[in-house]
T-cell receptor, first 112, second 117 residues
Framework: GNSVTQMEGPVTLSEEAFLTINCTYT??????LFWYVQYPGEGLQLLLK?????DKGSNKGFEATYRKETTSFHLEKGSVQVSDSAVYFC???????????FGKGTTLSVSS | GAVVSQHPSRVICKSGTSVKIECRSL??????MFWYRQFPKQSLMLMAT?????????EQGVEKDKFLINHASLTLSTLTVTSAHPEDSSFYIC?????????????FGPGTRLTVT
């Protein structure tokens, strides 16, 4: 079945450091891929998405590229801020209208 | 942007009682809503898919008689935890998909923290 594997955290970085959170997936067909972010005490928010191979999703300085050959969708940011501290979830949906399948989440903690 | 609300945000109930959680799409209509459960420091696990006007589809291992889902309108789905026990304590999150779009995007509610004592 479909699944998402993302790196375990927590990830602890200093402000302005480079961030990578790895995400790989297993899916049949051509899934859509997502990164969601959950700030403390809040609900999930869509951070970025990509719907086909080689698409790059980007938002708020974060970006991720849909790599079909490596079945990956790694999240990157060149310079993190304290306000980026949150839990990040990689997710996929195999077709429009179906439920999301989530990775376990990676906690990011950024200190000044 | 599309907003989904949940009510209540937190609830504490006694073992054996039932609790109803509401999920509303505030500025769009949602044919399909999803209910997830999130355990501490773990991922979201899909419990059921709720379609307006029809019975919910439950994931394997989720007791449909315990977790009653009703999707009576295009803006409201409810999850009722019946005869709650301490092991039902969890964070319940709903999401909604907008009618008439081909988009796979879902909008999430802020979640409901259920504690059963």
């Amino acid at each position: 079945g479909n699944s998402v594997t993302q790196m375990e955290g927590p990830v602890t970085l200093s402000e302005e450091a480079f961030l990578t959170i790895n995400c790989t997936y297993t899916a049949t067909g051509y899934p859509s891929l997502f990164w969601y972010v959950q700030y403390p005490g809040e609900g999930l928010q869509l951070l970025l998405k990509a719907t086909k191979a080689d698409d790059k999703g980007s938002n708020k300085g974060f970006e991720a590229t849909y790599r079909k050959e490596t079945t990956s969708f790694h999240l990157e940011k060149g310079s993190v801020q304290v306000s980026d501290s949150a839990v990040y979830f990689c997710a996929l949906t195999s077709q429009a209208g179906t439920a999301l399948i989530f990775g376990k989440g990676t906690t990011l903690s950024v200190s000044s | 942007g599309a907003v989904v609300s949940q009510h209540p945000s937190r609830v504490i109930c006694k073992s054996g009682t039932s609790v109803k959680i509401e999920c509303r799409s505030l500025d769009f209509q949602a044919t399909t809503m999803f209910w997830y459960r999130q355990f501490p420091k773990q991922s979201l696990m899909l419990m059921a898919t709720s379609n307006e006007g029809s019975k919910a589809t439950y994931e394997q291992g989720v007791e449909k008689d315990k977790f009653l889902i009703n999707h009576a309108s295009l803006t409201l789905s409810t999850l009722t935890v019946t005869s709650a026990h301490p092991e039902d304590s969890s964070f319940y999150i709903c999401s909604a998909r907008e009618v008439g779009t081909g988009s796979s995007e879902q909008y999430f509610g802020p979640g409901t923290r259920l504690t059963v004592t």
